[in-house]
């Protein structure tokens, strides 16, 4: 599974696919990005993708500051990377 998205370099692509693949479940997914200088982890089924964002409730956040994606706890996407 770690090389799941080799082919997927932006976040964007990444998230995407998590969405719309019917072969993963969105539930097995977290997301691990910078706010405020500091990493925090959310679950992908608590965020909602928009263009080049993603909110977290009232929050809009931008994709680049994604840095990590996981799935059951194993890193499968890393900005330092790609």
Sequence with gaps: MEKLFE???ME???LNR???DKK???G???IHYL???KLKEIDFS???LQGDFFRVGESLIPMHRIRKISWKGRVVWDRRSV
Excluded: Q, V
Aim: aromatic share 10%; proline share 5%.
């Design 7 to 9: 082919k997927e370099i």
């Design 12 to 14: 964007k692509d990444a």
């Design 18 to 20: 998590i969405k719309w």
């Design 24 to 26: 993963l479940n969105p």
């Design 28 to 30: 097995d997914f977290s």
């Design 35 to 37: 706010d405020l200088g």
């Design 46 to 48: 608590e965020i909602e």
